[in-house]
């Protein structure tokens, strides 16, 4: 299927590499404009180019952008809206994880730079972007949160804490934007472990293919996913085909959360 995103204007962050990279040219396949952001300004100039050499000079843009900054964000967004002709939909993509340890080992310097790069992100994101979105609807912001949202572990306090917050955050915008009267809708995306750089840490600790195995012996569906998986439900949640779905967290995590 091509053409489901044809007119749409999509806003990225975090599109350097991983699954921003992926949604930013799974939308461009689908025929929207794109803008990808990231604090790699130089990362998300490549991914741009790529998809603007695939797809015609005019449909992919980069700016860099700590999503953590709310002057930046003011810029980027401005920036996207003059270069695609508007924006329709937006991505909270960008976040970290770390080797956190568990509650009595993270910093409280560490708990604030998760929360500020997973979470400050989607607040000023979605705070800013919804007179973009007002302009040029309907309009779709999706917030790419985690399993780790939904179910917590041991070890990383931060993450989860972050991701359960991306989680309502969704959802209060869901709610203040319908009760605006306005046809923007807000999600939230759930992945498991999905083989992006993301995972590089633990790569470096066990080895490629043996932590590949340990992962996916804790998906029921025996495996990790793809960035292109992900991308397939970003798509779903920017196209119309999901008009009238707002305030929804999409799990897409071969399982895991089903046990
Ligand atoms: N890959 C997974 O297993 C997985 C699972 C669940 C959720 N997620 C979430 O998906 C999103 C993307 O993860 P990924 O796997 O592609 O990670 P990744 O590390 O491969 O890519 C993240 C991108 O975000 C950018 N970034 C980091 N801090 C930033 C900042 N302050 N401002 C702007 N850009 C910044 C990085 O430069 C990088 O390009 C994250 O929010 C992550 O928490 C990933």
Redesign the pocket.
Known sequence: MSGRLEGKKIFI??????????MAKGVADEGAKVTI????GA??EKIAAEISAKHGASTAFAFA?????EDQWIAALEGANGAMGGISGLV??????SREGGIEELSLDGFRRLM???VD?VFLGAKHSIKYLAKNQPGSIVN?????GLIANHTSPG?NAS?AA?WLLSKNIALYCAKKGLDVRSNS????????????PIRNMFGKDEAEAKLGRQVPMGR??K?EE?AAAAIYLLSDESRFVTGAELKVDGGISAM
Do not use: C, E, R, W
């Open positions: 962050t975090g599109g350097a590499q991983g699954l921003g990279a992926a952001t990231d604090v790699n990362g998300a952008h700590d999503v953590t900054n909270n993509n960008a976040g970290i994880s500020s790069v997973n992100s790419i949160s985690s399993i780790a993450y991701k991306v995306i759930h992945p498991t472990f999905i083989d992006t750089p993301i995972l590089d990790i996913g960035p992900i």
